[in-house]
């Protein structure tokens, strides 16, 4: 009974570790593609890609030496819903003129395949 026990203790433990902020911290930061840049007074608005789950808090601007700065997303966006371009306004880490974007920029997508998006 006391295997039992024990065993149950150390199943349930591993459950509970499972979503500690060590194995949140094992994901990489990928260095996001952007729809569109709009530099506002300390800030940077950003369109990225979407499935209904992206926030704000899930992207971090990245100041790299010498004046280049890079919107890398924390945490991947899960949801299941079709993909969609959100806007977002992160602030920016130094103030200054003269810095690079280093993301790729990529073209919004069409809202239905096959189809441009009309004029």
Request: some cysteine.
């Amino acid at each position: 009974m006391k295997h039992a026990l024990a065993l149950w203790a150390l199943l349930l433990s591993g459950c509970f570790a499972g979503g500690s902020g060590a194995a949140m911290k094992s994901v990489q930061a990928a260095e996001e593609p952007l729809h569109s840049v709009v530099v506002k007074a300390g800030q940077i608005e950003v369109g990225v890609i979407s499935r209904g789950c992206t926030r704000r808090q899930d992207f971090e601007v990245v100041w790299k030496e010498p004046n280049r700065l890079t919107v890398v997303r924390l945490r991947p966006d899960h949801c299941r819903r079709m993909p969609f371009v959100k806007q977002l306004v992160l602030a920016l880490p130094k103030a200054g003129d003269g810095w690079v974007v280093t993301n790729p920029l990529v073209a919004a997508p069409h809202k239905r395949p096959g189809k441009p998006p009309s004029q």
